[in-house]
Structure formats: C-alpha cells, structure tokens
C-alpha cells in the first residue's frame, strides 16, 4: 500500500515569525486592511510505499516529524494521510 | 515540419535557407532546434563578431585569450586568474531573484571549468528610478537573489556598482563578474579530443526547465515577456558548490580531456562547441542523459537550460574515476557518448538517429551580419549646458543632495546582505574603488573593479566606451595595483536598429583604444543585444571587468583620509565642464550635454604618477574622481573614519563645475607633510599637472567658501538613501 | 595539538578555519569528510559555518544526521572540546548539544558585517583570553542567526552563566536574537556554539587591528597547553 502524506510545519503559537511578520506588513500595504495575522510555514509532499497499515504509516511520519521535518523547540507539525489510488 | 518553423526557432528566412543549402537537406525538427539556439546571437554573436574582431587579446600577462569558458592572465609564481563577466538581463527582469541567481550560478561555471577556484564575484547592476514600486520589486529581488546564490556557494561578493536610470526602467541590467585562481599546471580546456574517449554529463538530471533561453536572451522585452516565465531556470547553489569541489577535483586527477559547463543551449552548445575545439566530433546518445521529467523529447533534452551540469570528457577507461569523484560529492556522472573523428554531431535517441550536423557548422560557421550603423538623431541636438539654467545658490544642499541620490548613494544596504569575507582573503572589500584580495600564501595581492557610465556612453559611445576603460584602471591604480587585462560585458539595445549598432560600434572602439593605450587587453567577455523594453532600449552599457595586480600586498591604498593634517593633493587637472554629469539630473533631471574630454596621454600619465607614489611609499590615500565630481570624491574619502577637510582651490573655472564637474583622469591623494617634496618631485618628473588643494581636518568639510558641512550629517544622509527610498 | 574540521556538502568555511588552525596556531588539523565514522584523538574539533545540505528545511538539520555526527555527539559528552561557528552553532542546536533553536533574522535579510559583541563570560577555555565585559569586535555572516529560547531555557543559560557573548547592545544586534545572544555554551563549558566568524579575525592582513578571533583560538590553545584532557 503505498501513501501520500501532506506535512505543514509552522512556528509555535507565541514565537515571533518574522516571515509572517514581513508578509502581514505587505498585505496591509496592498490595501488588505482586514488582514489580521499571518503565519508563513513550510509544506511538503512525501509518497510512502509499501506499507500495509495506516497506523504503522502515521508512526513513521510522527517520528520523521519529530527527528528531522520539523524542530520541536520552535515548530509544530501536522499533517494528513491518505492512501493513493491505484 | 511548419511552413515556416525557422520563425518559431528565432532564424530568418535567409538563415534557413542557409541551412537547407548547408546540410543539402531540409533539416529535422530537432537540428532545426539546435541550429536556432546555436546561430542565435547569444551563442553566435553574428552581430557582434566583425566589430569585436579588432579587440586587442594579446599582451605579455595573457595566458588564454577570448574562445574559450573564460580568458586566463598571468600574476607569476607559477599562478594564474581566471576571469570573466556575463550578463543575465532579460531572465531577470521577469523573475529578479532566479534571474541573478542563475547568472552567477552561470559565470562561476565557466570559470571552475578552466580549472580555476572562483575565489570572488562583483556584480554591475543597473536598475530604473528607486521612486518606482515595479523597480524596487525588481532591485530587491535581484540583491536577494546575488545574495542568496552566491553566500550559500561560498564565494565572496567583493564589489561591483550600481546605477539607477529611467532608461533601465524595464529592462535591468544584471552583469556578474567572476575571478578564480589556479596554477598553470591545472589550466583545463573545453576541447573534446580523440575518437573513441567517452562523453558524459555530470550534475544535475535534465528536466524542461530555460528551454531556449538562448533565444530568450536574443530578444526585446515586450508585455507578454511575464508569460515567458517557463524560460527562467531556477538555481540551486548547493548542487553547484557540489560540482564545483567535483569538478576541480576532477581536473586535479589528471583523468580529464575536456570540460565545459552547459549554459545557454545546454547540450547542444556544449557538445558543438567541444567538438569544433578539438576539430572532432561528437556522438550522443539523449536516451542517457539523466532526465527529471518525464517523456522529454529529444529536442527538450537537447535544448533544455537545466541548471549546474557539465559536459565532461575523460580519458577512455577513465569513466570509474570521474563516476568515483562525482559519486563522493552526491552527484551523476553518466556516460552518454563518445567523441568521433567525423567531425559531426550526431544525436541518437535510444539508438535512433535525430540529428546529424557538422559541429563546425553549429559552432563556428554562424552567419556574421554586418549591420547598418546611422549616427543616432539624439546626438544632433546636443550641446553644451546652459549654464544659467543650472546656476546653484546653495551647494551645500546640493551635495547632500548628491550624496543621497542612489547612483551616488552608499551601497552598504547592498553589500552587508551579501558575504564580501568568505575564504578569508578579502583585504579591503565593496564600497572602494577596486576589491582587493590577498593571494593565500604570497605577499602579492590582485584588485578587482567593473566600470561604466552609461549616460557617457548614450551621449558619446566613443568616449563613454573609452572612459569606462580609463576608469577601471584608474580604480585599479587608486588601489595599489597595476591594470593587467579587462573583460568586458557589451550591454545594448536592438542591433537591428542602425542607431543602436553605430552606439555599438563607436562603444566598441572607444574601448579599443583605451585597452591600446593602457595595456590592458580584453581576454573575454559577453555581448547582451535586445535590451529593450516598449518605453526604448537602455544607455549603451559597455561594462568593463578590471583585474589589476599589487606586487606586494603592502602597497595596497584605500581611499579614506587617514589623519588631520596630511596634505590633499589633486592629480590631474579640473576643466570647466559639466555635460553629462549627476549634478545636471540633480538641477534639470536630465543628464544631457557634451561628455568630459578624455585625454588618453593624461590619464595615462595620471595613472603612471599616482603608481609610482604608490611604490614609494608616499600615498596614504587615493580615491579616483568619478559620478559627482571633486566634492563628491572628498567626500567619500571622508567617511570611514569620520575625519574632514579644508580645501581651498583657485581655479579659473565656475563653481559649480569645480564642484561638481565630471572631468576625467583626476585622482585626490592624500600624502603625509613630511613626504611633500618627494610627491611633487614624482609629479614634475611624469609631467603631470597637479596642485595642492587642502588638508585633512577633524569633522568639518569645508571647500572654499562654498561649503561648510559636518560631515557625520553628510555621512548619514548618504548612508541611509537606498534604505529610506525603498 | 590535533584538530579536526568537519566538512559537510555545502559547509564553506571550513578552509578559512582549517587554515588559521594549522598555520597560526600550529594545530595538527584534519578535514574530515561527514561520511566518515570515526574521529581520531582530537584535542578541538569544529563544525564550520557555511550551508550543509543547502540549509534545505532548516540550517544545520540535515547535517545534525550526518554519519559523522554519532561521534561528534560521543566525543562532545565526553568532554571533548567543540567549536560551532554560524552554521556550526545550528548544527549543535539541532543536535541539542546546545539548549534553544534558530529562526531567520528579524528582517529577514542576510547580513554580513563586523558587529561590536561583549565578552559575557571571560572564564570559559574558549574566552579567558578576553577580560571581562571586555567589548569586542567580529564579523557576522547570516540569515538564520536570530537565536531564540524559551523563558524556562533563557533562566537556565543565566543561573549556569552560559551566555558567552552577547551583542553589544540592541542596535549591534543583526538578527533579532533573545536577550542580544551572540554565543552560548553548554552547562560544563567544553562546547560553544556562536554565530559570528573568529576564523575571519585571527589575521592582520585581512582585519588590520581587529584581531578579536585570534584571542578566542589562543584561549584554547593555552588551555590545550595547560594539560586539558584528550577525549578519544
């Protein structure tokens, strides 16, 4: 069984981004007064083969988040599992 | 095939008629692909050729010539520089941060292919008015892309300049300079030789990324170019400083023939252009190639401007050598053909054939056009400067005022994004007149610089041309060095237009000329056509790439006042004259009227004096005249350590020219009181004019009656500028 | 003395380090490749600065798994004596040799310049060459050296007098950093981790009258020379 796992990662609630920081200020520049906040973040495709079970996928992409996709003391990570078709 | 596909490929009708006579068959999809990118001008230069022929390429310190990936000049030991500029204009005013990015991605391959460590980059940058939203998008992106690209691959930004002109509005101008060392036992050449040795490619995989950027680059601007994205490549600095340690291990092992990086028209100038080197020619087979994507055809594969690849050519048998070095930095190395005697360039895809040309043909036998030269209109109008119109009743705000406009402008919020100290050679680095850098290991040092004052040149080609030769010399000269040899970035408008190839022409030869005079041959270059956009092409911007050599590091010169009470010197003289100068767009917006005189006797003899100073010891600073005049030079050579002057000259000439003229091959010393004869005497021995105009003080700037500045006011304003504009 | 200089892909000071090492300081120095297992008996041991694996996804995480890096943990927890410059410093926090994480400077901007910073601690083996407070000055090379930790973390870096340098004030700071850090070492002082380069200040020619790094690699030596223990 093979699967397709959609990750984002962004900075924890309270540490100050800079990115969305910088983003917000332009938004607000073009006229998007609305605007209140934003949160710039990374997102990343992964396609997992071979394994059976759902639950042994999302442990291996728990762990790949934690050791290496995203940084524990400053980021958090979710993500959305699905199997592919065919 | 369409009825006229040549069209779609950027020939003409003439040139594939050429092309059916030459080959005595119509030519294929793929070879009439291959023939548009390798007859196109940014690969053929079949506009530019005759006039460039006359450029002098010799002299005592060129070790390689114009030919090859980058010309070659001698700084003894045993040691060489490799160095070269090259434009990337049109991919970056529509995707600024990809654009510079890859063109330094670009340059720094050609030089590592000579066999050379790119040991520093200076970029000539030329944008529209700061005021502009699109322009600071496109200025932004840019410096952020140089930044990003070359701090990650690890070789210093040491300097370049800046400019900012309507005329570059929407079509900027992004010219890298790249300079690596080496000794002359590794020099490596582009050349594939004998029948049977294996060619590979080595790097990244191919996917559809620039196809036919070469043919991109040979075209206006226009509306739609926005759409053209697909055309700009994206780089990965990464993957380049991979193949660059590979690649120069590789050239260390002895195993190689050959190497060339694959630039505009990837694989196929790459191998055409190996192959008539080495008078051989080359079999490939695309179904090897290393591809991203899938169901490429063989002219994608053959046309695809894929980032960080090479075309490599080892020994027969060598193939596990370069396999085992590349395989060590994480990168492919793949076999996908073999050099022949036939002289053709053949093309297999999985065996089949798809294309069969003689590689002379793609690489050498171009069409060279002489193009119709008319003396523009624009020039019949121009006349001196009504002096009236730009009378001043304050100069002191009007230096300021210069000091803030962003071509005079400190460049510091340039430069701090962009790692000037890596390698750790960088002796004095951007914001000077020339770079200099240590050699590791001996006591000499080299001194880099690019140069050119496009307004100069759009008002007088000739002497614009020779001007930016005299004024890299001159940065070379301010900074200890002696001028060894020059590359130099041809940047212009549409050839087709007569007026646009007579500025090409007289630019050309101004340069000519100048390189005579001074010694300094031209061992390389790039000519960039079709810099147009719907509002009319740029200035002629023939920039000139410097490298200079101190023999002794100790001999290096800044140009800041060191101590209250040394004497200023001027070298050279002041004449009254204004046309073309910063201080008319300051009063008038305009830059307009008769470009400074050039004496190219003078500025040789200014230059011989202020060297001689140099080697006896006499110069404490140098700082050559340039955009803004004499008060913008004193000023400049006051800031870095916040000290002032009182200068009192007696010049039979108007204030504001005095000021603010442009006059050429003038250079402002500075000279202990102790060492006053022994300068003068080196000055009345070189028969140049000279004259003692003031001394160094503490904070205060005062010239004649005319100006009374603090000067860390002065410095501010002109530190902030391109901060605050943005 | 014996030092080794790990070489990553893409780390790009690793020569300038490897050069003041062995030619100024006469260290007996290796570049060790990241594909190696093993360390020899090094007295010092540094991680460069430069962009291992392109800082893809976050400077220094890639690296931090590196096969070299299994030892480099071994040797620093036993003692062993470990330099983390700009790139390096990331790699040891991503390796939580080190407490806290980057994130990008504040304006986003890289920066290369020379910063004024003040000795924080002057009693580590890497710093008792400088005097107390004593203000000096080293360049930076950065986009990712705004250093942050949390409040808990920043109470623990204080109390154990962790803080090696600091900017020296708010307007010297390039990136944003928590409470102006500049360099922290771990809690019993034998690794520190800084962003600016000490490597690009060791030699006259190329910092004239600047040579505030050199003072940093002489501290080592002198502690090397004073019988600091080798770690094998």
């Keep these: ?57 999302s442990e291996m992409v728990e762990d790949m988040c934690k050791k290496l996709l995203a940084n524990p003391v400053i980021e958090e990570y979710k993500y959305e599992l699905n199997k592919m078709e065919g | 095939m369409a009825e006229n596909g040549w069209e779609k490929e950027g020939l003409t009708k003439e040139e594939y008629d050429k092309i059916v006579d030459l080959l005595k068959r119509k030519p294929t999809d793929t070879e009439l692909g291959i023939f548009g990118v390798m007859w196109s001008e940014h690969c ?17 310190c060129v070790l390689q010539g114009p030919g090859e990936n980058a010309g070659i000049v001698d700084i003894g030991d045993n040691q060489a520089i490799s160095f070269k500029i090259e434009s990337h204009n049109h991919p970056s005013a529509v995707e600024p941060f990809q654009g510079a990015a890859t063109g330094i991605g670009g340059i720094i391959r050609d030089i590592f292919t000579m066999g050379a460590r790119p040991i520093a980059n200076l970029n000539s940058l030329r944008f529209g008015n700061l005021n502009n939203k699109r322009v600071q998008y496109l200025f932004k992106g840019v410096v952020a892309g140089i930044s990003s690209y070359g701090n990650s691959i690890g070789i210093p930004t040491v300097g370049g300049e800046i400019y900012f002109d309507d005329v570059y509005e929407g079509n900027p101008l992004v010219n890298v300079m790249s300079v690596g060392l080496l000794d002359h036992a590794d020099i490596a050449t582009a050349t594939a030789r004998g029948a049977g040795n294996p060619v590979m490619v080595v790097g990244a995989a191919t996917g559809r990324d620039g196809i ?109 050598v370069v396999k085992d070095i590349f395989e060590k930095w994480g990168l492919h190395a793949e076999v996908i053909g073999k050099v022949t005697d036939d002289g053709m360039l053949r093309i297999l895809n999985d065996g089949n054939k798809v294309a069969e040309i003689s590689a002379s043909l793609l690489a050498d036998e171009a069409p060279e056009y002489t193009r119709e030269t008319k003396k523009p209109e624009y020039l019949r109008t121009i006349k001196a400067v009504n002096r009236e119109k730009i009378k001043s009743d304050n100069f002191s705000e009007d230096l300021l005022k210069l000091l803030s406009s962003p071509t005079i402008a400190s460049k510091k919020w340039v430069y701090e994004q962009y790692d000037h100290m890596v390698m750790t050679n960088t002796v004095v680095g951007p914001g000077s007149d020339a770079a200099i850098l240590r050699i590791e290991g001996k006591n000499k040092a080299i001194a880099l610089t690019t140069d050119c004052n496009g307004k100069y040149c759009y008002l007088n080609p000739y002497r614009g041309g020779a001007i930016a030769v005299c004024e890299a010399a ?115 917006d305009k830059v307009d009227g008769i470009v400074p005189q050039l004496d ?11 060297r001689s100073a140099v080697k006896e010891d006499v110069i404490k600073s140098a700082h050559d005249c340039s955009e803004g005049g004499l008060a913008v030079t004193l000023a400049e050579s006051c800031f870095e350590n916040g000290l002032g002057i009182n200068v009192d000259i007696d010049e039979p000439i108007s204030d504001e020219a005095l000021l603010f003229g442009e006059s050429q091959s003038r250079i402002v010393v500075s000279i202990a009181p102790d060492d006053l004869h022994k300068f003068e005497e080196i000055t009345v021995s070189n028969s140049v004019p000279y004259m003692k105009i003031g001394t160094v003080q503490s904070r205060e700037y005062k010239f004649n009656e005319l100006i009374n500045l603090d000067v860390g006011e002065m410095k501010s304003k002109w530190e902030a500028a391109i901060e605050v504009s943005l | 003395m014996k030092a080794g200089v790990v070489t990553f892909p893409g780390s790009n000071c690793d020569h300038d380090v490897y050069n003041v090492l062995s030619k100024i300081f006469s260290f007996d120095t290796d570049l060790i490749w990241h594909q190696k297992r093993h360390l020899n008996n090094y007295d010092l041991l540094v991680l460069p600065g430069g962009f291992s694996y392109g800082d893809y996804l976050r400077s220094g995480a890639i690296a931090r798994f590196a096969r070299i890096m299994d030892s480099v943990i071994d040797f620093a927890l036993a003692g062993g004596l470990v330099l983390g410059i700009c790139n390096g410093f990331q790699i040891l926090l991503e390796s939580n040799l080190l407490p806290g994480a980057m994130k990008v400077n504040d304006n986003l901007k890289f920066v290369c310049k020379n910063v004024s910073l003040e000795v924080n601690n002057n009693k580590t083996t890497f710093t008792n060459h400088y005097c107390e407070n004593e203000i000096i000055e080293m360049p930076v090379a950065h986009g990712e050296g705004n250093y942050y930790i949390d409040k808990k973390g920043l109470n623990s870096l204080i109390d154990n007098n962790q803080i090696v340098l600091r900017y020296a004030n708010q307007s010297e700071n390039p990136n944003g950093s928590v409470e102006n850090i500049a360099g922290i070492s771990n809690n019993k002082g034998n690794i520190l981790g800084l962003m600016p380069h ?16 050199y003072r940093l690699f002489s501290s080592i030596v002198a502690n090397l020379k004073a019988g600091g223990e080798q770690i094998g």
């Design chain 3, 198 to 213: 000490p490597e690009r200040c060791s030699e006259d020619i190329i910092s004239p009258g600047r040579r505030d790094g």
């Design chain 2, 212 to 320: 036919k950027g070469a043919s991109f680059a040979s075209d206006e601007l226009t509306e739609e170019s926005d759409e053209d994205r697909p055309a700009v490549q994206v780089g990965d600095p990464f993957l380049e400083k991979l193949l660059l340690e590979a690649s120069l291990e590789l050239i260390k092992s002895g195993a190689l023939i050959g190497i060339q990086d694959m630039g505009a028209a990837g694989l196929t100038s790459s191998s055409a252009e190996m192959a008539s080197r080495g008078d051989s020619g080359i079999e490939i087979d695309i179904a090897k190639v290393p591809v991203r994507e899938e169901d490429m055809t063989s002219y994608e594969i053959m046309l695809s401007e894929s980032q960080e690849r090479m075309l490599v050519v080892p020994k027969k048998g060598k193939e596990n």
């Design chain 2, 600 to 610: 190219l006797d003078l500025e040789k003899r200014v230059q011989k004096t202020v």
């Design chain 2, 44 to 60: 053929s230069y079949k506009n530019s050729k005759l006039v460039l022929k006359d450029l002098p390429t010799e002299g005592e």
């Design chain 2, 474 to 588: 001159r940065n070379i000269v301010c900074s200890g060095g002696r001028p060894l040899a020059i590359t130099d970035g041809l940047n212009f408008g549409n050839p087709m237009d007569p007026e646009i190839y007579w500025q090409f022409k007289n630019s050309v030869q101004g340069i000519i000329e100048a390189c005579q005079k001074l010694k300094t041959p031209v061992i390389g270059g790039n000519v960039s056509f079709y810099n147009e956009s719907p509002k009319g092409a740029i200035d002629p911007t023939p920039i000139i790439g410097m490298v200079g050599l101190l023999d002794s590091i100790s001999e290096q010169v800044t140009m800041d006042f060191k101590k209250e009470g040394d004497l200023i010197y001027l070298v050279g003289k002041n004449i009254d004259e204004l046309g073309a100068s910063q201080y008319l767009k300051l009063k008038i």
């Design chain 1, 1 to 57: 069984m093979d699967w397709e796992v959609k990750i984002e990662t962004k900075l924890k609630d309270g540490i100050l981004d800079p990115q969305g920081k910088a983003v917000k200020t332009g938004l607000k520049s073009l006229g998007y007064e609305n605007v209140d906040s934003v949160f710039v973040g990374k997102y990343m495709e992964i396609i997992i083969k071979d394994i059976s079970k759902k639950e042994d996928a």
